[in-house]
Structure formats: structure tokens, C-alpha cells
């Protein structure tokens, strides 16, 4: 089946400091990834839309310049969280759809998520 | 302003018992809906999704409902194992690859 692999899982960093997050489609091609961030005990709430080869399109509220977003290629999307702070501390997830399968109604298979600490 | 909501924060339920976990949503242009499991500090793993076409839908011990005019769902686990226990979260989406709007989620214990 479709694999999403997201690299670091977890990853602790200084404030101040910059930090990426890579996001891989390993067996499929996504034109389209999500990026989102959990909260202790919320909901997923979706952050960005990478599109490969164009700019990503960002939630309201979302600071486009300190999440940057980069989806280079078909498989691979990376958001850096640039000048860290403690309230970025969280649970960033990616996400993408394996729409080969001709159907649009395809569950979003996700990566294992990368758990930002920043001191 | 939720599209989609998980009422009920959490639920225990006695092994080989039924498990039912209900989800809300408000937009009606919301057409495929997924259930995902999701232990702490890891992603979501899919479980089972209902298009908006169909009002049920089985896989093994997993049955979700749909009711249209209601805008509700609910996933049934029967029988509940203990190996069951996580975070379940409803999701809902529009056609066409688009992103998923996630409910809070519900914390299911299944007690030996």
C-alpha cells in the first residue's frame, strides 16, 4: 500500500534556530501534500497545501514566512519552521492522497508525524 | 467554527463489547468520510472511510454508518479488543484531492 515516511520523528532544537522537516511519498507521486500540526489533546488542524512546483497555499492564521514550505519534486515536500520559538513546540504531520488509483475519494495516508520541542 | 465534531472525548468499553464512536459535521458539501486510529506521537493510520453515495460500510470488525440527513456518523467496532485502545478521529472531505477537516477525537479504552 501507499507509504508516507516523514523524517525526523522527533527533533529538539534552541530557540531562535531553524528546523526541517522532510515529508516522502515512497511507492506513489503526489502533486499535492498536507501539512498539519496537533496540539496536546486537539484536533488535527491542517497548517498548508504543499503543490509541487508552485507555492503552497496556507491556512488562515498560518505565518507563511516562518513556515516555509518547499514541495521540489513529486515525492518529497519539506516545511522549516525558520526562527524557532517555544510556542511552535508541537506535533507536525504530513500527509498525502495516492490518487494513481484513478478514485478521488482515496483515504490520506500520513506520515509518522515529527514531534518539534524548541528550548 | 467545527465542520466536524467528536462529542464525546472519551468511552470504556469491556472487551468482546460493542464500541460506537459517533461523529457530527455541519458542511454538506463534505461527500467522503475516513476514520483514522491514532496511538500518541505517531501519524494517523486509516481505518476505514464511507463515501457519501453509501450509507454503510464494512470491513472485518469495523462498520461505519452514514446518516445524510443527519450529518452523523459512527464507526461500530465489534467484538472491542483491548489492542483497540487509542485516539479514534473522524474526518471528512470535499471531492477531489483536497484535505482532510478532522474532529477533536474520541479516546477509546477497552478494558480487559
Known amino acids: 500500500g501507499a507509504v508516507v515516511s516523514q523524517h525526523p520523528s522527533w527533533v529538539i532544537c534552541k530557540s531562535g534556530t531553524s528546523v526541517k522537516i522532510e515529508c516522502r511519498s515512497l511507492?506513489?507521486?503526489?502533486?499535492?501534500m498536507f501539512w498539519y500540526r496537533q496540539f496536546p489533546k486537539q484536533s488535527l488542524m491542517l497548517m498548508a497545501t504543499?503543490?509541487?512546483?508552485?507555492?503552497?497555499?496556507?491556512e488562515q492564521g498560518v505565518e507563511k514566512d516562518k513556515f516555509l514550505i518547499n514541495h521540489a519534486s513529486l515525492t518529497l515536500s519539506t516545511l522549516t519552521v525558520t526562527s524557532a520559538h517555544p510556542e511552535d513546540s508541537s506535533f507536525y504531520i504530513c500527509?498525502?492522497?495516492?490518487?494513481?488509483?484513478?478514485?478521488?475519494?482515496?483515504?490520506?495516508?500520513f506520515g509518522q508525524g515529527t514531534r518539534l520541542t524548541v528550548v | 467554527d467545527q465542520q466536524v465534531k467528536q462529542n464525546s472525548p472519551s468511552l470504556s468499553v469491556q472487551e468482546g463489547r460493542i464500541s460506537i464512536l459517533n461523529c457530527d459535521y455541519t458542511?454538506?458539501?463534505?461527500?467522503?468520510f475516513l476514520w483514522y486510529k491514532k496511538y500518541p506521537a505517531e501519524g494517523p493510520t486509516f481505518l476505514i472511510s464511507i463515501s457519501s453515495i453509501k450509507d454503510k460500510n464494512e470491513d472485518g470488525r469495523f462498520t461505519v454508518f452514514l446518516n445524510k440527513s443527519a450529518k452523523h456518523l459512527s464507526l461500530h467496532i465489534v467484538p472491542s479488543q483491548p489492542g483497540d485502545s487509542a485516539v479514534y478521529f473522524c474526518a471528512a472531505s470535499v471531492e477531489g484531492n483536497t484535505p482532510l477537516v478532522f474532529g477533536k477525537g474520541t479516546r477509546l479504552s477497552v478494558i480487559a
Open positions: 458542511n454538506s458539501m463534505f461527500d467522503y
Open positions: 504543499s503543490n509541487e512546483g508552485s507555492k503552497a497555499t496556507y
Open positions: 511507492d506513489f507521486q503526489a502533486t499535492t
Open positions: 500527509s498525502a492522497r495516492d490518487l494513481s488509483r484513478g478514485a478521488s475519494d482515496t483515504e490520506a495516508f
